[in-house]
């Protein structure tokens, strides 16, 4: 039976006076990929700050690899072996590409090196040079998702990283989660692309309203089309 990654549970949280989470519960075990599926405004984004302790509140229960994490700052919670992708990416504009990579600390024992990150983004080998502001937004995005597998973090956050991107560049990212999973990673996609979410996902939460409304596993994506149609508004 492999271990439970990520627990959580009645968690709610706030934005100032905002309530945006209101009881969400969902569990990932080590080695999976789910995603989190919704409209814009349900709350998906919210989770994983909340989940990192990024908001102004949170209460509940979120365990990452069996270690209660709710009062917790970002920073330990990080280094339980957590890493986070915002949807901002959040490059330093004025180093280059390489600089960002070599700039993070370490928080596991196995983390990528620049050789195995430059085989799984030929482009960042490339653009090992170029400051962060001359890089496409394809190439930030593969810098964002990069730089958080140098760490040694083995749980990952990933925060709408297809957004925007063009559909070359979405198959590439396709191809990198699949690669990770099948190293072991386990995995959180928040995603508003369905269709680049369907393949690569074990199971998927649908979030309504700061709540987990659905869960479709992969075996059930025919039957629920309907019913997901429906939450998507795809």
Partial sequence: M??????????????GESHILHGVNFAVRD??????????GA???T??????GLTSKRTGSVEIYGRQTISMPTYRIARLGVGFCPE?????ASLSAEENLLLLPEIGPSGMGLDEIYEMFPNLYERRNSPGTRLSGGEQQMLAMARILRTGAKLLL????????????????GEVVTSLRNKGFTIVLVEQNFRFAAPLADRHYVVEHGNVVEV????ELAEK?????????V
């Fill in 2 to 15: 492999s271990t439970m990654a990520l627990e959580v549970k009645n968690l709610e949280s706030w934005y």
């Fill in 31 to 40: 080695g999976e990929v789910v995603t989190l599926l919704g409209r814009n």
């Fill in 43 to 45: 709350g998906r984004s």
């Fill in 47 to 52: 989770i994983l700050k909340t989940i990192l």
């Fill in 88 to 92: 901002e990416r959040g490059i330093f």
């Fill in 158 to 173: 990933l925060d709408e990283i297809t957004e925007g991107l063009a559909p070359v560049i979405v198959q590439k990212l």
């Fill in 216 to 219: 479709v596993k992969q075996n």
């Fill in 225 to 233: 089309a309907s019913l997901l149609n429906e939450y998507l508004g």
